[in-house]
Structure formats: structure tokens, C-alpha cells
């Protein structure tokens, strides 16, 4: 794989994904979400950039949150996933 600018590695797509998401932007978590499908794997993605995303919500939000993301972040998957365009 080709070097990724930094602003595009999982931890700082992570962030933006938990940022969107406390700050009700859904153009930021948007982006960083369709940002980490296009750019790594599926099973990468999940592991090294949403899991740690949810894992913060959680702890910065509590539970409701975790579940706004989850939520972003499954329809964006199942839209991969039917070959629709994200």
C-alpha cells in the first residue's frame, strides 16, 4: 500500500468519525467513514478505524452515542457491501 497523509491514517480518521458524531456533523463523520472504505480494506477499516471510533464514543458519550455511530457507520457498509456508491 502507498503512503496515506496523515490526516487519512486510521487514528485521525477515527477521530473525525467521534468528533462528527458528538458534534452532530454529519459531513465530517461522513467523510471520514467513506474516507477509511476507500482507502483500506473492509476488515482494516472495522478494526483499526471504527472499532476504536465506537470504543470513544462510549467512553467520551456513554452508550447513546456508541449507537448514533454504529448506526453512520452500518449504513455506509451495507451500501458497500449492495455495490451502491458512498
Request: aromatic fraction near 4%; charge should be negative.
Given at each position: 500500500?502507498?503512503a ?6 486510521e ?12 458534534e452532530?456533523?454529519a459531513v465530517?463523520?461522513h467523510?471520514?467513514?467513506v ?6 480494506p ?9 472499532v ?15 449507537q ?13 457491501i449492495?455495490?451502491?456508491e458512498?
Amino acid at each position: 500500500m502507498s503512503a496515506v497523509h496523515s490526516e487519512f491514517r486510521e487514528h485521525a480518521l477515527a477521530s473525525r468519525i467521534t468528533q462528527g458524531v458528538l458534534e452532530h456533523d454529519a459531513v465530517r463523520s461522513h467523510g471520514a467513514v467513506v474516507a477509511a472504505l476507500q482507502l483500506y480494506p473492509i476488515s482494516h477499516a472495522i478494526a483499526d478505524v471504527f472499532v476504536p471510533a465506537l470504543r470513544t464514543l462510549e467512553q467520551r458519550a456513554g452508550a447513546d452515542a456508541r449507537q448514533a455511530g454504529a448506526r453512520m457507520i452500518h449504513v455506509h457498509i451495507r451500501q458497500l457491501i449492495d455495490g451502491q456508491e458512498i
